[in-house]
């Protein structure tokens, strides 16, 4: 321990504790509380939680002098038990801090009892649960208070010891939970033995269970009288014990909960044993043995006089003395006891009128040194507190592991050191040694223990492992030739360790370092692979065309991260290498731009193939134009050229006559150049394809022409297709009828007769006429004279059709003149009372205005009228009144117009003075007689009522917009309730 760094302290806590009551001869603590055993036979109780203290005589009714022999406090500090010895035997008690009065457990009249074991984990502030207790004659009992009854609940014999009847000092307990039930694990002691029970159930049957089997215990030579027991606590378990033998302090961890068979004893719970002997404690001390002992988590407390002296539990030295501040007359006898609260973590002395406090202060925290000390380093490592201190412990196990030559294991704690050794001081340490496997480990592990932010180290240790590997993998080859074919060999091992190496470290290596370096050492493979991981997916491509593997280069491909420019870079390799695959993966592969692997296509379309092979770029653009529906040109070009050099014409001209366009009303119905396929269909001399070409750019004259050189039957078709044009139709097949004169090579008649047939496929478009002058002039007429007189005949059959219809057109003629004729002579009958269907005033009425009869037939002294065969009759000016109201503003004003020329015409002719001629009067008359027909077609082309002007009417609505004012006369408003009147109806 560092010096002036002390663990322990010691405290004066409490002069003249037993208020006059005699000496202290015992104590226990629990809970900060404390209770005192004296020699008078009183137990004193300090509660230094609440700050209160009370004092209970046990002697009352007892004959001579009593003393208390022992005392007992549970951890929580509610519950105690003492024995009292005197003049009139022993006799046990049990008082609860709540009660003023004891209660004395008869049953265990005349016992002494040296140990008391609680039930930590079941033990509450009302119940004591369980507990066991240990008496001088050897016995066990087990006894149980609820603070309510007020006295025991019961006392129960245990066991007894009868091969060595010895008195119990010192009793431990522990319980854990298991599926069977509760497991007890009770450890006793004795002048010379340390026993072991466990058992599952209850503690009578625990202890039933070895009246049948041997009980298991440890003894050690020599004899204590003042044998102790002592379970250190962490977090209310108990961790490790510790026995005050006569031999030592027999010490060892505790592992509680485990199933195991209760014949096993001690060896279930305890593990990790030792002996401190007493000869360590200086010299002479063999014959000096403590008198009691305290347990902490790191240190044994053993009293030895008037001395504490504090011993590390691991190394087993003393690091500290602790002295006590007594008055005079407790001298004599020195310190009398230790005492342990394992609840508030603090530990106590007592002298016979004082009681002194000893506090711990971070025992752990030079742990780490003491078991670096014993090498111990897993545990140094966990009892550190600093990274200081870590690397010291790491810089032990790698010198250590170093001096043994073993280099990959000293490489592992090297790494793990960050402060006290220069990387450059490790590294050294390998390289002068020349072990390059140990150096990778350790840069591998110096790699894991660096943080992300050290990126400049990382990427240089990264480069250097990189190396470092490379020159194995080198070293391994020329040690090994068969090194490639064997998959287990170290050879490929450190591949895959390199390359998850690779994988590991690909965002911190440098890209062109790294890559130069596997191209250096010619690691073609994990350069691909390095490639590969930093998304170089051209490096890659191009490593598998160059070993002709185009479905792995396929397959990088088609990874949704490669660029897919690559697609169009790599595409005319790719196909030369696997025409399918790579077709396949084109039709796969979405978002691709078919125009931009022309180049690819056209190279692939160059080469010679097998007639019966698979064209694969047929295939590729047929997909695009059937089930992508590309619309691209170029494509559409680069497949009829390819249709085009087909030896069968049947695909190309089926592409020909498909329809492209997707319906719309400006869809083109193909996609390709007609130029360009008409040139290539010539220069290919795929005829048929040329006549359909011709035929659909309206080159109908080219079309049937060169039909005519293939097939009669494709020209006439093609002449057939010309419905709109009857001359250039009739043209057409002028031009076939004289292919087929002067291609008949029969006898005269025979020509002529097929000729005639030829006739018959036009329907009438030809006559025999028309292709007299295809024959040669030597023809005698008599030959064509069947065919002459048939064509004469139907001559003859329209020459008198087209009489009769001139017949019928003149008869028509004539009955139009004789109807109106009789029109101008139709009249109509009016009653004098007759009304107007307007202003309903009669319509023989005199007194009109003269200006509107300018232009009238004269009818005396009457207003001018119209009358229509429907009956109904109307005054001229109501008549133009009524149409201009209901008829559109357009129709109106015409109408207004007419009737102003009217009257205007009118007064001209009033004031001529009658100087006008005969032919200026003649004149006059008939523009005022036109101008009346064109108003008289305006009112009086069909009655208002019954005729057109009516019927519009029916959607107007019955309220006009400027007799809205007139329509809320009409409106009928409700009138207040208050107001309103009831009117009795008198029947």
């Not at 002697?59 to 022999?69: A, C, F």
């Not at 690091?319 to 006590?324: A, D, H, S």
């Not at 402060?419 to 390059?436: A, G, P, R």
Request: glycine residues 6%.
């Amino acid at each position: 321990m560092e010096a002036g760094r002390q663990v322990f302290s010691v405290d004066l806590l409490e002069r003249y504790a037993t208020k006059g009551r005699g000496i202290i001869t015992c104590m226990s603590a629990g809970n900060d509380v404390i209770v005192l055993g004296t020699s008078k036979g009183w137990i004193i109780r300090h509660d230094f939680g609440v700050g209160d203290s009370y004092d209970i005589d046990l002697s009352v009714g007892r004959p001579g002098e009593q003393s208390i022999h022992r005392v007992f406090v549970d951890p929580g500090g509610s519950h105690c038990i003492a024995t009292v010895v005197g003049g009139g035997g022993a006799d046990t008690f049990y008082t609860h801090a709540k009660w003023n009065k004891p209660r004395i457990l008869g049953k265990l009249k005349g016992l002494v009892v040296n140990a008391v074991a609680w039930n930590r984990q079941q033990i509450t502030e009302a119940s004591t649960r369980e507990v066991i207790l240990g008496t001088d004659n050897g016995q066990l009992h087990e006894i149980s208070v609820d603070e309510k009854d007020k006295r025991e609940k019961h006392i129960n014999f245990l066991f007894e010891l009868k091969e060595l009847p010895e008195p119990f000092t010192s009793l431990q307990m522990e319980t854990a939970s298991t599926s069977n039930g509760t497991r007890y694990y009770v450890m006793a002691v004795t002048p010379t033995r340390l026993y072991s029970f466990t058992g599952i159930g209850s503690l009578d049957a625990v202890f039933s269970s070895y009246l049948n089997r041997p009980v298991r215990f440890m003894e050690l030579p020599g004899e204590i009288p003042n044998s102790e027991l002592h379970f250190f606590m962490k977090q209310r378990r108990a961790v490790h014990f510790a026995w005050l033998s006569g031999a030592g302090i027999y010490h060892g961890g505790l592992h509680f909960g485990a199933q195991h068979s209760s014949s096993d004893g001690d060896e279930n719970f305890v593990e990790n044993k030792g002996l401190l002997v007493y000869s360590k404690l200086g010299e002479g001390a063999d014959a000096v043995k403590p008198s009691s002992l305290a347990v902490s988590e790191f240190h044994f407390l053993l009293l030895l006089g008037n001395k504490v002296k504090v011993v590390n539990r691991i190394s087993e030295q003393i690091i500290e003395e602790l002295q006590f501040d007594q008055i005079p007359e407790s001298m004599s006898k020195g310190i009398i006891g230790l005492c342990t609260d394992a609840s508030a973590g603090l530990f106590y002395a007592y002298d016979q009128n004082s009681i002194f406090q000893v506090s711990v202060n971070d025992e752990g925290r030079d742990m780490w040194k003491v078991y670096l000390e014993l090498k111990a380093y897993a545990a140094a490592l966990a009892n550190c507190r600093d990274p200081f201190q870590r690397d010291q412990v790491n810089l032990a196990q790698a010198e250590a592991a170093f001096a043994d030559k073993d280099f990959l294991r000293a490489a592992s704690f090297y790494a793990k050191i960050n402060y006290i050794l220069s990387f450059e001081e490790i590294t050294l340490k390998f390289i002068s040694i020349n072990e390059q496997d140990p150096l990778r480990t350790f840069l591998l592990r110096k790699l894991d223990n660096l943080a992300k932010d050290d990126k400049c180290q990382v990427t240089m240790i990264s480069t250097w492992a990189t190396e470092l590997y490379l020159d194995k993998i080198n070293r391994l080859l020329l040690e090994d030739d068969s090194a490639l074919e064997n998959r287990s060999s170290e050879y490929h091992s450190i591949i895959r360790e390199f390359r998850a190496f690779l994988a590991d470290c690909k965002d911190v290596l440098d890209e062109a370092t790294t890559m130069k370096l596997l191209e250096s050492y010619g690691r073609v493979d994990e350069l691909v692979y390095f490639a590969s991981l930093k998304e170089q997916y051209e490096i890659v491509i191009h490593h598998y065309i160059q070993q002709g593997e185009a479905k792995k280069g396929l397959e990088v491909l088609q990874k949704p991260s490669v660029p897919v420019d690559l697609q169009y870079k790599f595409a005319p390799d790719l196909i030369m290498l696997d025409a399918y695959e790579t077709v396949e993966s084109w039709m796969t592969t979405k978002d691709l731009n078919p125009r931009k692997l022309i180049p690819a296509m056209m190279r692939y379309s160059s080469e010679p193939h097998a007639k019966n092979e698979t064209h694969e770029v047929i295939k590729y653009l047929e997909f695009c134009v059937h089930r992508l529906q590309n619309e691209d040109p170029g494509i559409h070009n680069l497949l009829l050229s390819l249709y085009a050099k087909q030896e069968d014409d049947s695909t190309l001209l089926r592409f020909l006559q498909c329809k492209f366009g997707k319906g719309g009303p400006s869809s083109p119905e193909f996609f390709y150049d007609p130029k360009y396929a008409l040139r290539l269909c010539l220069k290919e001399k795929r005829m048929r394809a040329c006549v359909h070409i011709y035929s659909m750019m309206s080159m109908h004259e080219e079309a049937v022409a060169l039909a005519l050189q293939v097939d009669p039957e494709l020209a006439k078709a093609e002449a057939d297709k010309v419905e709109d044009d009857e001359d250039l139709r009739k043209k057409l097949w002028l031009m076939v009828a004289k292919h087929v004169v002067e291609q008949e090579k029969g006898t005269k008649r025979e020509n002529i007769r097929k000729a005639i047939a030829f006739l018959k496929e036009t329907d009438g478009l030809l006559k025999i006429e028309d292709i007299l002058p295809f024959f040669p002039d030597f023809v005698l007429i008599d030959d064509f004279k069947e065919a002459i007189c048939t064509s004469l005949e139907d001559y003859n059959k329209q020459i008198e059709q087209l009489k009769e219809e001139m017949n019928d057109a003149t008869h028509g003629a004539d009955n139009i003149r004789n109807d109106i004729n009789a029109l101008a002579q139709r009249y109509a009958v009016i009653n004098r009372d007759e009304d107007c269907g307007v202003c309903q005033k009669k319509i023989l009425t005199a007194g009109w205005d003269q200006r509107m009869a300018r232009g009238y037939a004269p009818v005396g002294a009457m207003a001018p009228f119209y009358v229509f065969p429907c009956g109904h009759t109307f005054h001229a000016q109501c008549l133009i009144a009524h149409v201009t109201r209901c008829t559109d503003h357009t129709q109106a004003e015409y109408i207004l117009d007419l009737q102003r020329q009217l009257t205007l015409l009118g007064g001209e002719f009033k004031d001529s003075n009658a100087a006008l001629n005969v032919e200026e009067s003649i004149t006059t008359m008939t523009r005022t007689d036109k101008i009346r027909s064109q108003l008289d077609d305006a009112i009086a082309s069909e009655c208002p009522f019954c005729g057109e002007l009516m019927i519009r009417e029916i959607s107007l609505p019955f309220i006009l917009p400027d007799e809205a004012y007139e329509a809320t006369t009409w409106e009928i408003k409700p009138q207040n309730v208050g107001t309103q009147k009831s009117i009795s109806l008198v029947v």
